[in-house]
């Protein structure tokens, strides 16, 4: 069965310098692997996804994550964290199992705040 | 597109009234997936829908949840009789099983229900 861990329920950086949000995955089969971001009252907006092509995926507003299968795991990173990065970041498994099915398992998240 | 809708954005009611949240999902996507959100459970999925038909309905708490999708254009969740437990924000995600990208799953803006 799938699953995944973020490592860290919250992250504190300063605005300007690198942003690291750490996913551990458990998974049977090839994933696909997804990090979602959620501001503030808001619904989650897709952050970048992996679906086995590379392994390093860029996604928008200068995130992205590597895919390491070795260590299981596909942190998400910023060189440079801006304040409207403050939001929480969830990391996502998907796969196929038992059928065409896309259930999506979701992490507990992770609350990135950025100091001025 | 306009995204995935949801309505009412917010809900207040009362212990033991009903409550019927609503979703038209993105035009074209044959999935349609029902989440809820707590502190103390993150995000759950509830049930989910291919071709307007429900596939699992697992995570479904309780009798007292049901969920309906009479067109590809239109869900409801509907709760009967309500409890102060069930205040949550609920999602609704729709996805397409087509194009190479099936397991993407695009959410709503959610309804945030408070039950008295």
């Known amino acids: 069965a799938q699953s995944v861990t973020q490592l860290d329920s919250h992250v504190s950086v300063s605005e300007g310098t690198p942003v690291l949000l750490r996913c551990n995955y458990s998974?049977?089969?090839?994933?696909?692997l997804f990090w979602y971001v959620q501001h503030p009252n808001k619904g989650l907006q897709l952050l970048l996804k992996?679906?086995?092509?590379?392994?390093l995926v860029k996604g928008i507003n200068g995130f992205e994550a590597e895919f390491k299968k070795s260590e299981t795991s596909f942190h998400l990173t910023k060189p440079s964290a801006h304040m409207s990065d403050a939001a929480e970041y969830f990391c996502?498994?998907?796969?196929?199992?038992?059928?065409?099915?896309?259930?999506?398992?979701f992490g507990t998240g992770t609350l990135l705040a950025v100091q001025p | 597109d306009a995204g995935v809708i949801q309505s009412p954005r917010h809900e207040v009611t009362e212990m033991g009234q009903e409550v019927t949240l609503r979703c038209k999902p993105i035009?074209?996507?044959?999935?349609l997936f029902w989440y809820r959100q707590t502190m103390m459970r993150g995000l759950e999925l509830l049930i989910y829908?291919?071709?307007?038909?429900?596939i699992d309905d697992s995570g479904m708490p309780e009798d007292r949840f049901s969920a309906k999708m009479p067109n590809a254009s239109f869900s409801t969740l509907k709760i009967q009789p309500s409890e102060p437990r069930d205040s949550a924000v609920y999602f609704c995600?729709?996805?397409?099983w087509g194009g190479g990208d099936q397991e993407t799953q695009y959410f709503g803006p959610g309804t945030r229900l408070l039950v008295l």
């Open positions: 996502v498994v998907s796969g196929l199992y038992g059928g065409a099915t896309n259930k999506l398992i």
């Open positions: 035009s074209g996507h044959d999935y």
């Open positions: 829908f291919n071709n307007n038909v429900p």
């Open positions: 992996y679906t086995s092509a590379a392994t």
């Open positions: 998974s049977s089969y090839s994933p696909s």
């Open positions: 995600a729709s996805s397409y």
